[in-house]
């Protein structure tokens, strides 16, 4: 079964600020990947944390918090164009990332 | 520099049918993954390469799976025979070990769409 959890759908509007959060388990863990797929497409690489904290990359950031096996990927200033999947992957050995369920993101104007 | 290519796009094939899907993974990168995409189960890790060994092929559902690395340049999956439940988009990715553990990014072809009837 999946080793991360993450809502299945979320939606908001645009300009506004969303937050997907990510749980997984901590065996093997190295490390929490963001991913973003539009419909169609392929999954291309967001954020990536190894360690405690925020990450920021523009409009988007990303948190983890160790401890808690918890993670979260915030999008701020909300555009019609993040309309989206998005993923959270847990870094194990080998290189190997094990992927969430994704969350479906729906930006309404 | 050219990313991770994937062939066919698209393949429509009837039951039983071999099907066979191939990538090129982008040059210099030693590690190679092939996932399977679908509504009902997400994406899967089916099988993993490290300079052309397979490492991991636990996720590879049945016999009817194979998949091999001749070279650094080319890897193929292949399904036999094709059974409807097959139906998927199938990724390939792949990453250099140099980076890795420290940056968590995979670099995903565009898929390979398989419909089988």
């Known amino acids: 079964g999946q080793s991360l959890e993450q809502p299945s759908e979320v939606t908001a509007v645009e300009g506004a600020i969303v937050q997907i959060n990510c749980t997984y388990q901590?065996?093997?863990?190295?490390?929490l990947s963001w991913y973003q797929q539009h419909d169609g497409g392929a999954p291309t690489f967001l954020s990536y944390n190894a360690l405690d904290g925020l990450e920021e990359t523009g409009r988007f950031s990303s948190f983890l918090s160790r401890s808690d096996s918890y993670g979260y990927l915030l999008l701020q200033e909300l555009q019609m164009k993040d309309s989206a999947s998005y993923f959270c992957?847990?870094?194990?050995?080998?290189?190997?990332?094990?992927f969430g369920g994704g969350t479906r993101l729906m930006v309404k104007p | 520099d050219a990313g991770v290519i994937q062939s066919p796009r698209h393949e429509v094939t009837e039951m039983g049918q071999e099907v066979t899907l191939r990538c090129k993974p982008i040059s210099g990168h030693d590690y190679l993954f092939w996932y399977r995409q679908t509504m009902m189960r997400g994406l899967e890790l089916l099988i993993y390469f490290n300079n052309n060994v397979p490492i991991d092929d636990s996720g590879m559902p049945e016999d009817r799976f194979s998949a091999k690395m001749p070279n650094a340049s080319f890897s193929t999956l292949k399904i036999q025979p094709s059974e409807p439940r097959d139906s998927a988009v199938y990724f390939c990715?792949?990453?250099?070990?140099?980076?890795?553990?420290?940056?968590?990014?995979?670099?995903f072809g565009e898929g390979s769409r398989l419909t089988v009837l």
């Open positions: 992957a847990r870094g194990g050995a080998g290189n190997m990332l094990t």
């Open positions: 990715a792949s990453i250099t070990s140099l980076a890795g553990l420290n940056t968590g990014e995979l670099f």
């Open positions: 901590t065996s093997g863990f190295y490390g």
